[in-house]
Structures are given as structure tokens and as C-alpha cells.
């Protein structure tokens, strides 16, 4: 059976170390065309201004994106007070609040009011649809838009730095672990409403994404360089395909049900179903993965495959 292949280009995740100024669209481009893969994604938007973790997926692993988009998030976020924004961040039009400034202590005993499952409403200025539109585009037209609140849940809000070198302008540094769709612009601005004043977000940096760290992210320059002589040069920077499925538990196949999945049969592994779960991941004899999976009545039925039957053109990675 051979094993499967997009021909040109690479199959894995790259953590990038995304700067401050180019889109998530602009990095994604930049790996495209370093990386010689036509399917490349990205697990969650970061804002231009934002820097930090955004994991790009390669070839076959763009078919995994989906299992990471409920991964928890975490960021550090800098929080200017005494001031509204129309976008809730720093790039938006600036209204200073009629309130007084905050203090620290203010701030602090404010956080707790903001941590757990909370109802939020996302920023005027997102991507959010509104009647088959984005809210932006509405927002830029000059329309109203009034936007749903949903429910997000904050896990951790903690300061780790306050600069009241102007009392009117005071700054917060702020830790956030939130869960996926967050808006952290609207979780700055309803700070500052919450302690009678006003706020938006001056920057940010995500920390995580699920599994993916900065401490461990590449930045693009090393990425440029890595890729000087050719996409190969990318593969010490890839992770495997199933970085971060721990939840998922290992089936290990013997070498004819590993051809029957590459067909994409269902198999009732000889060495039975480990505890329950969503998923599995199926692996060869190798330990090499060839594909995830469902249970139902004992049996495996392939999700996603990775592998092609022998004599069979690969398997695309869409």
C-alpha cells in the first residue's frame, strides 16, 4: 500500500509567531507559497494589529482544522482606560470617557464580575454576519448595528502589569484563558463600562491556541530563511497531524485493516475499541497515522484518511 502524497509541498502544522501589521491571510499566503502546498489554513483570525500564535495547517492536515476550532485560547492583552473606541481597539475613532479614570484596585476587584460564562456582545466592527452581511461592512456604511449577545466563557482574567503614569489614561496589562469566539476588544470595553469609565483594547498578543504556544511559534523571518533553499527546508518546523488530539484515542491496525480503511471500509479491529470517545486515531503497524475515525457497534467507519490503496492515485488533501 503506498503511502499517501500531495506530490509538491508538505503535510503538517507550522506554528508562526505572527507579527503586529499583516492580516492571518497575508501569513497564509506566505506559506503557500513557501511551502509549495496549495490547501493551507489557518486555526483562528487574528487581527492585524494583534500578534501572537496562529497555527497554519499544511496539505492533509487542513482536514483536521475543524477538531481545533472549540480549542481554548489564551492572551495578553494591554487595556487602555479612559476612552472608547468605535471599534473597541486602538485603530478605531477615540471618545474620551465622561467618567473618572479607574484605579488599579478598581480594575482588580472588577475582574471577577467578568470571569466565568459570561454574555457578550461582539464588537460593531467584526465579522460577524448581519442579514447575509458582515457587521463591519454595515458599521462602515454608517448603518446601526445591533448585534446578538452570545455566551463565552472567561477562565482566567488576572492583571500581571498597571501603568497610572496618567491618572486620566491609566493602562492595564491582562492575562486572558477564554474559550473559542472570544472578543477580547469586547471583553476590554465592557471592563471599562463595568468600572464606570471606559476602555479599549491598545494591543494583543495570543499566548495559545489550544495545544500551539508562542514560546515554541516561528517567526516568519526564520520561516523565510528555512525556506531559502526549498519547502523541505519547512520540515523540521512541522508538526504531526494530529498535534493536539490527545482526546482521540490510538488504535493500533494491523497491516490488512489498514488497507481496508485506505478503501475507506469500516474494520472491526482485532485488538478491540479502547474507552469510548468522538474519535479515534487510527495508526499502522508503524505507528504512522492513516486516519481518523467514528465508533458504532464496535466497528471503526474512516472519517478522514490519509493513505491511498495501493495503486491508487493519494488521497487529495481536501
Known amino acids: 500500500m503506498a503511502r499517501s502524497s500531495l506530490g509538491p509541498g508538505l503535510d503538517g502544522i507550522l506554528v508562526v509567531a505572527k507579527p503586529a501589521g499583516p492580516t492571518s491571510h497575508d501569513v497564509v499566503a506566505l ?47 494591554t487595556v487602555c482606560f479612559g476612552a472608547s473606541s468605535s471599534t473597541d481597539d486602538l485603530e478605531g475613532e477615540l ?8 484605579t488599579h484596585e478598581a480594575i482588580e476587584a472588577a475582574l471577577p464580575g467578568l470571569t466565568g460564562t459570561i454574555s457578550q456582545r461582539p464588537p460593531a466592527y467584526s465579522a460577524v454576519k ?19 449577545m452570545r455566551e463565552v466563557t472567561i477562565h482566567a482574567l488576572d492583571i500581571v502589569a498597571w501603568d497610572g503614569a496618567d491618572p486620566d489614561r491609566p493602562i492595564a496589562v491582562i492575562d486572558v484563558a477564554c474559550s473559542a469566539g472570544t472578543y477580547i476588544r469586547a471583553l476590554a470595553r465592557d471592563l471599562g463600562e463595568l468600572v464606570g469609565s471606559a476602555a479599549y483594547l491598545g494591543a494583543l498578543t495570543r499566548s495559545a491556541s489550544g495545544p500551539f504556544t508562542l514560546d515554541v511559534a516561528t517567526s516568519l523571518d526564520e520561516i523565510r530563511a528555512a525556506a531559502a533553499d526549498g519547502p523541505d527546508g519547512l520540515l523540521p518546523f512541522l508538526r504531526p497531524l494530529d498535534t ?64 491511498a490503496p495501493a495503486g491508487r492515485p493519494a488521497v487529495p488533501a481536501g
Open 31 to 77: 506559506v503557500r507559497r513557501l511551502a509549495a502546498t496549495k490547501r493551507v489554513g489557518h486555526g483562528g483570525t487574528l487581527d492585524p494589529f494583534a500578534s501572537g500564535v496562529l497555527p497554519v495547517f499544511l496539505g492533509h492536515a487542513t482536514r483536521v482544522v475543524e477538531y481545533h476550532l472549540g480549542d481554548r485560547k489564551a492572551y495578553r492583552a
Open 95 to 102: 471618545t474620551p470617557s465622561d467618567g473618572p479614570a479607574p
Open 130 to 148: 448581519v442579514g447575509g452581511r458582515r457587521a463591519y461592512a454595515l458599521a462602515r456604511a454608517g448603518e446601526t448595528v445591533e448585534l446578538a
Open 244 to 307: 493536539g488530539l490527545d482526546a482521540f484515542p490510538v488504535v493500533t491496525l494491523a497491516a490488512d485493516e489498514v488497507a481496508a480503511v485506505a478503501r475507506g471500509q469500516f474494520v472491526r479491529p482485532a485488538a478491540g475499541l479502547p474507552a469510548p470517545a468522538d474519535h479515534y486515531r487510527l495508526r499502522d503497524p508503524d505507528g504512522t497515522l492513516v486516519a481518523i475515525a467514528t465508533a458504532s457497534a464496535g466497528r471503526l467507519a474512516p472519517d478522514k484518511v490519509f493513505v
